[in-house]
Nanobody, 119 residues
Framework: HVQLVESGGGLVQARGSLRLSCAASGRAFSTKAMGWFRHAPGKEREFVAG????????SYNDFVERRFTLSRDNGKNQVYLPMNSLNPDDTAVYHC????????????WGQGTQVTISS
């Protein structure tokens, strides 16, 4: 069983930055792919970014537009998502999630951290 705890959210002005973190506990963090998703009020949950188990491959939704850079530290069981040039459309609850190698579904989810961008 994997437990995920997000941190780093907050309220910032447009064009500001935040750095989200996800701390994982449980077994075999280094064997799991990790992802970030966000859920804004009145919208569907959407994929933000993902990283493979060893950190060599990342993927991003088009709206990221090179503003975010996903990384992981398997020695610390942490995933990091620095976010720059934020705009009000980025306002959402951000969740991290993990999935086993070879699986298409994210099996474990954190409670989320609120990101609010003021105009």
């Amino acid at each position: 069983h994997v437990q995920l705890v997000e941190s780093g959210g907050g309220l910032v002005q447009a064009r500001g930055s935040l750095r989200l973190s996800c701390a994982a506990s449980g077994r075999a963090f280094s064997t799991k792919a990790m992802g970030w998703f966000r859920h804004a009020p009145g919208k569907e949950r959407e994929f933000v970014a993902g990283i493979d188990w060893c950190g060599t491959s990342t993927s991003y939704n088009d709206f990221v537009e090179r503003r975010f850079t996903l990384s992981r530290d398997n020695g610390k069981n942490q995933v990091y998502l620095p976010m720059n040039s934020l705009n009000p459309d980025d306002t959402a609850v951000y969740h991290c999630a993990s999935k086993n190698i070879g699986s298409s579904a994210y099996a474990y989810w954190g409670q989320g951290t609120q990101v609010t961008i003021s105009s």
